[in-house]
Structures are given as C-alpha cells and as structure tokens.
C-alpha cells in the first residue's frame, strides 16, 4: 500500500495520529502569526481571553478525538494531565509577568516574545518527554522517583513558599550580558540589530533586551518543565498522551497570559492549590500500591485534580474580592 506507513506504530500509536496532531499545531501556529497577529499591536483582555476560549476548547475537543479513538481511560488521562499542565502553566505567567517588568518589554512586543517561546517549548518538552519515557520504559521504578520528587516540591511550595526569582543578580543574565553586545534600549520588535560598537568603532551585531527576555522565558519554562513533566507521567507513561496534553495546554500560554498578567493579583491561593495538586499526583501511585490496585482510578483522578484546582481559584477570587471591598471602604473614610 502506498500509505503503508500512515498505520506504521511509533512510540505506541500510528504514524498518522502523531502527523495530525504535529499537523493541528502547525495550522494553529501559522493562523496566529500569520493571520491574527500579522501586525503588532497590544493585545486587550478581551481578545486575550476570545483566544484564550478558543485554545481551550481545541485542547478539549482533541481530548475528545483521544477518548473516541483510544478509550475512556486514556480519554481521562488525557484531560487530567490537559488541566494539570494549563494550571501549572498559570503559575508560569506569574514568572513571565516579572521577565517582562524587569526587561521593560512594551505590550506591543510581548506577544512576540511568547510566540518564538512557544515554538522553543515545542522542541524541548519533546526532548524531555522523549528521554522521561526512554527512562520509564527501561527502569519502571523511575516513576517512584518521579512521584516522591513531586511530594516534595508540593511540601516545598506549601511551607516554605514559591519565592520570586531575582533577575537582577540572575547568573544567567549576568553571563549573557558579560558576554554579549547588548544595546541599552528596544529596537522595535527586533532580537538583534547591527550598530556602532563605542569600543572600536565598527559595525557589530547587537542583542537587544527583547532577545535577554526571550532567553528567559525558554529557561523559566525548562524549571517549570521539571514539575510538569513528572507530574504528567505518574499519571500516564503513555508518551502520544503525556505530549499532546503538554502541549495543547501551553498553546493557550501566551493568548492567556494578557488577560491572566492583568489580574495576578486575584490568583493569590493559586500557588497552595498547586502544591496540593502536586502532592496528591506523587502520592497516587503509592496510595494505589497499598490499595493493591493496578493504578489508581483516571475519573476519580481527574475528579480530585478539578476540584483542587476550582477550590483554589474560587477561593483566591473571593479572597481578593473581600480585600479590596476592605481598601475601597477605608479610603472612603
């Protein structure tokens, strides 16, 4: 047959499935920048959140198409890890919000910014997920570590507290601007440009702040990768799932981040109800071991998650809404 290979398996599912799903991302990519966002322009929290809705429907209607194809149970999984990774991903924004402050990145390049991030997301959560699944496949007792890891980082967040990063004395920073030409302003929306080196008085390319910005991004994403990429294979291993969750749910980032970088404020008992969420992932597979199941249940799984998740945002916004009834009633006094 000459699309033999369409039905050829690789890394457990059929050719074509990874082909229309690599296939959906590229349309979505080139709609958004080619057609949405052909020029720069600020992007308002309501077309944040238009495109926001439209991400995630898409994310859940792929979820769908899984459940169809593949089942009920990796149907569940598939949108267990959908919601786990888009909340982690909230708390991503929190740190993206901070990069652009510290860059002074204006709103009209930011988008910018988030969209080649997006695609350097695309490159390495494959490479992670890729040798996460090598290592659970060879040595199963990977998800253990995997699981404990996540118990702890939960705790961590819990009782220590998830502590801003100082960008100012960030090694990182400090490196890339020791050891590259960095102007002291933006260039519109460019990452690099060619001017007068002070020093010797030639022409020499130059990165711009924008460019530092989008370095910073891509690494806030690979610490944040820690969390998630574990989190997502102690619910399933399998890796067409982990990927595909992973990645519709951080399509929506960078439409979300607008409506989401406007109102932080609001999320303050998010991060906590991040926290229980991570634990309560580590801790399945050993309450699974005990029960002597063979893994713990996809729809109670998910069931938990959500309602973990919704504890937190409804409880952050009712929170936050008390406390600015407070300030508005004391400053009329």
């Known amino acids: 047959m000459e699309f033999a290979f369409l039905f050829v398996d690789w890394l457990g599912k059929p050719v074509w499935m990874w082909l229309g799903f690599l296939g959906i991302v590229l349309a979505l990519l080139v709609f958004d920048l080619g ?7 600020e992007i308002e929290v309501r077309e944040s959140l238009l495109l926001s809705t439209l ?12 459940w169809w194809q593949l089942g009920a149970e990796p149907g569940m999984n598939y949108l ?66 995997f699981a404990a890891f996540l118990i702890l980082t939960g705790i961590k967040m819990l009782w220590i507290g998830d502590n801003e990063p100082e960008l100012g004395s960030n090694p990182v920073v400090n490196f890339l601007r020791r050891r590259l030409n960095v102007t002291d302003e933006h260039h519109g929306q460019a990452f690099f440009v060619r001017q007068q ?12 702040p924008l460019f530092l910005a989008l370095v910073m991004v891509e690494l806030a994403d690979i610490v944040f990768a820690v969390d998630s990429v574990p989190a997502i294979f102690t619910i399933t291993t399998d890796p067409y ?52 199941l063979e893994k713990f249940p996809a729809a109670l799984s998910l069931g938990i998650t959500f309602a973990i998740i919704a504890s937190g945002v ?12 407070v300030v508005n009633q004391s400053s009329t006094h």
Not at 245 to 250: G, K, L, V
Request: net charge positive; hydrophobic share 60%.
């Open 35 to 41: 057609v949405l966002h052909r020029d720069n322009h």
């Open 241 to 292: 799932i982990v990927y595909t969750s992973n990645i519709f749910a951080i399509l929506g980032l960078r439409a979300l981040y607008f409506a989401l970088a406007a109102m932080i404020h609001r999320f303050k008992y998010l991060k906590p109800a991040l926290a229980i969420v991570l634990v309560f992932i580590g801790s399945k597979i050993f309450i699974a071991d005990l029960a002597g």
């Open 197 to 208: 080196n002070p020093a010797t008085g030639r022409l020499t390319w130059f990165v711009t």
């Open 55 to 66: 991400y995630i429907s898409l994310g859940l209607a792929f979820g769908g198409f899984v």
């Open 80 to 145: 267990t890890g959908f919601v786990v990774e888009k909340t982690l991903a909230l708390d991503n924004v929190f740190v993206i919000a901070l990069i652009f402050s510290f860059f002074a990145v204006p709103r009209i390049y930011q988008h910018r910014v988030l969209f080649w991030g997006i695609l350097g997301v695309i490159v390495l959560r494959a490479i992670m997920i890729g040798l996460g699944a090598t290592l659970v496949s060879q040595f199963s007792w990977v998800l253990y570590l």
């Open 314 to 325: 409804v409880w952050s916004l009712v929170k936050t809404r008390d406390q600015r009834q």
